[in-house]
């Protein structure tokens, strides 16, 4: 009896109420299938822009890693294929993925370890004679220097190095307002002073891996330059460590007990950087 029902609707009278009814339900369907469309076509271009961005930082992070790991492979190749002799006989840092993790994790270690470190040599009259001591105790330590008293003093960077003590970085100038110009102006007297090093030491391979920012690397007038740095630097496999024990010799201290009282007190805890009672 379907077709009775069917028949019965044809039959209905159409009026003008009816039309303009139809009409109507005409364009709000018309309206809602552009406005599906229209939301369909954005979402499917926020996926894809968003999963493009995706890649292009995946590809980004590769490439820099690549590009890195080539740097340091060619590296090693031609210490191999040149220095082989050197290589067997000297120390010659490598790069390590892990190192910046490591050297963060030394302040939080349970065991307490005193890593010795100098910075702002070589200086004439005071680094003979700490390398006289540190000989005399069997004692080896890291030196952070400066790429302009090594220009200076090669031969006690020499001596450093040959005694078997880490030389690291420092930059070249120790002038704040050069330095922290901008990331790359850090980076430039990183370079610098590494350049400056692998010249005394007569070895072009020789890279540090490690900085040490002037004044510390974050904080200050500067926190803003030298966050962006620590980045800049990390890219390019640099690691940075600062101190949390200090003699208080850079701040005027000269008398044993004044040194010793302000070692005490800088031991407390794990980053105390200044004494302030000694
Ligand atoms: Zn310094």
Redesign the pocket.
């Known amino acids: 009896m379907l077709y009775d029902i069917d028949n019965e609707n044809e039959e209905e009278p159409i009026t003008e109420e009816m039309i303009i009814r139809t009409r109507v339900r005409k364009k709000a369907i018309i309206c809602g299938v552009i406005i599906l469309c229209c939301v369909i076509v954005m979402t499917i271009s926020i996926i894809v822009s968003v999963k493009s961005k995706n890649k292009a930082n995946a590809d980004l992070a590769n490439n820099n890693q690549t590009e890195n790991q080539i740097i340091h492979e060619k590296k090693h190749m031609q210490i191999a294929k040149h220095d082989f002799e050197q290589i067997k006989t000297k120390f010659v840092p490598k790069a390590n993925p892990n190192a910046q993790e490591q050297i963060t994790n030394i302040y939080y270690s349970e065991e307490k370890i005193a890593y010795l470190t100098f ?2 040599g070589p200086s004439k009259n005071i680094t003979p004679q700490i390398l006289d001591i540190l000989k005399q105790e069997n004692v080896p330590a890291t030196f952070f220097v400066l790429g302009s008293r090594v220009e200076l003093y090669s031969d006690l960077l020499k001596r450093e190095y040959d005694e078997g003590h880490y030389i690291a970085n ?1 930059g070249y100038s ?1 002038k704040y307002s050069q330095i922290y110009e901008s990331k790359d102006t850090v980076f430039e007297e990183y370079v610098k002073c590494e350049n400056a090093i692998r010249n005394a030491l007569n070895n072009q391979e020789y890279n540090s891996y490690l900085f040490r920012f ?1 004044g510390g690397s974050s904080g200050g007038r500067y926190a803003g330059i030298k966050a962006e740095a620590k980045e800049l630097l990390r890219n390019y496999g640099i690691n940075y460590t600062n101190w949390n024990c200090l003699t208080g010799d850079a701040e005027g201290k000269t008398t044993p007990e004044a040194l010793m009282g302000c070692l005490q007190e800088t031991m407390q805890g794990d980053r105390k950087y200044y004494c302030v009672n000694a």
């Open positions: 910075d702002d420092h120790h002037p």
